[in-house]
């Protein structure tokens, strides 16, 4: 398995309150994502990066925020969460034009 | 617009019965396609992918899938299905020519085995 961690695992949290959740990795694979996972939309990508402090948008971006200040890292915080954020987060990584590896997921709950 | 789709939401199939998950894409650029298993609670595990050569492609856990251009289609299979491969199934695609290694999935297929 692909050393792929993420934390916490879950969480429960207010509305309106920052939260960030982590994704290390132990591969040294170039490229990071973030996805979240809802019923009937499959996984749709939040942000991504390729590349120490470089990162871009994916389809759903608004109201997260990524950051890697090291490789194996890749942190996405909620600036102010919303109930609309509840939902299963997967971080990934992979080297182009290969597969991507999955973490276990953080299953957030926005109250 | 590039997009992936898998048609059918649930599927029941009978222990031992054969099993066919529809994948059908859109996208621009030549592709590469990837099948993914969801457990419930797990994260995502690689079934198989398809980059170039042989249009049949072999995986893990008995799956094979066969990348059908002139239908932009990507059909997973298993000849005899186990109670174990009840699970969650995302087909994926990407580019080829893209440097960000960025995946669009479908919205997933779930099967239930019935015994």
């Known amino acids: 398995d692909a050393g792929i961690t993420q934390s916490p695992r879950h969480k429960v949290t207010e509305t309106g309150t920052p939260v960030t959740l982590r994704c290390h990795q132990t591969e040294n694979h170039r490229y990071m994502y973030w996805y979240r996972q809802d019923p009937g939309h499959g996984l749709r990508l939040i942000h991504y990066?390729?590349?120490?402090?470089?990162?871009d948008k994916g389809e759903v971006s608004d109201g997260y925020s990524v950051s890697r200040s090291k490789t194996e890292d890749f942190l996405l915080t909620l600036e102010s969460a919303t109930s609309s954020q509840t939902s299963v987060y997967f971080c990934?990584?992979?080297?182009?034009?290969?597969?991507?590896?999955f973490g276990p997921g953080t299953r957030l709950t926005v109250l | 617009a590039q997009s992936v789709t898998q048609p059918d939401i649930h599927i029941t199939v009978s222990e031992g019965a054969s099993l066919e998950l529809r994948c059908n894409y859109s996208y621009g650029a030549t592709p590469y396609l990837f099948w993914y298993v969801q457990s419930p609670g797990q994260g995502l595990q690689l079934l198989l992918k398809y980059f170039s050569g042989d249009t049949l492609v072999q995986g893990i856990k008995g799956f094979e899938a066969e990348f059908k251009r002139s239908q932009s289609s990507f059909n997973l299979r298993k000849p005899s299905v186990h109670w174990s491969d009840a699970a969650e199934y995302f087909c994926?695609?990407?580019?080829?020519?893209?440097?960000?290694?960025?995946?669009?999935f479908g919205q997933g297929t779930t099967l239930q085995v019935k015994p």
């Open positions: 994926a695609v990407g580019a080829i020519s893209s440097n960000t290694g960025k995946l669009i």
């Open positions: 990066s390729y590349g120490v402090k470089d990162t």
């Open positions: 990934a990584i992979a080297e182009v034009y290969n597969e991507q590896f």
